[in-house]
């Protein structure tokens, strides 16, 4: 099944501004999280630059995204990585438990 679009997930879901949303932050993030112009984000979502300017503002007041003065460019900012991290850690640690118990009741390693 081919991948959609960010055009097919605005026009199919019926949380548009949520999938926009998302839509910003991974064009933040992809393919290096290094620091974008809004101009270069809103063609990669094909969002007009007024939308993605009020997403970027509402992640930066969540602390989610920063603006870099001098390079006039967006970036993801140190909360987002934490709550990545914990996310991480949360799968890693539910992860470990599942291997726990299945060794357990099968007393082989999946490792």
Same mark, same amino acid.
């Given at each position: 099944?081919?991948?959609?679009?960010?055009?097919?997930?605005? *026009?199919?879901?019926? &949380?548009?501004?949520? #999938?926009? %949303?998302?839509?910003?932050?991974? @064009? +933040?993030? /992809?393919?290096?999280?290094?620091?974008?112009?809004?101009?270069?984000? *809103?063609?990669?979502? &094909?969002?007009?630059? #007024?939308? %993605?300017?009020?997403?970027?503002? @509402? +992640?930066? /007041?969540?602390?989610?995204?920063?603006?870099?003065?001098?390079?006039? *460019?967006?970036?993801?900012?140190?909360?987002?990585?934490?709550?990545?991290?914990?996310?991480?850690?949360?799968?890693?640690?539910?992860?470990?438990?599942?291997?726990?118990?299945?060794?357990?009741?099968?007393?082989?390693?999946?490792?």
């Amino acid at each position: 099944m081919p991948r959609k679009t960010n055009q097919d997930r605005f *026009a199919d879901s019926k &949380h548009q501004a949520t #999938a926009k %949303v998302v839509a910003v932050v991974q @064009a +933040l993030g /992809e393919p290096d999280f290094e620091p974008k112009a809004l101009l270069v984000i *809103a063609k990669a979502v &094909h969002l007009p630059r #007024a939308v %993605v300017w009020r997403i970027l503002r @509402a +992640l930066q /007041e969540s602390g989610w995204a920063k603006f870099i003065e001098p390079a006039e *460019a967006w970036q993801l900012d140190a909360s987002f990585t934490r709550f990545c991290f914990s996310f991480q850690r949360s799968i890693d640690m539910r992860r470990q438990e599942l291997d726990d118990e299945v060794d357990r009741m099968t007393g082989r390693t999946l490792k």
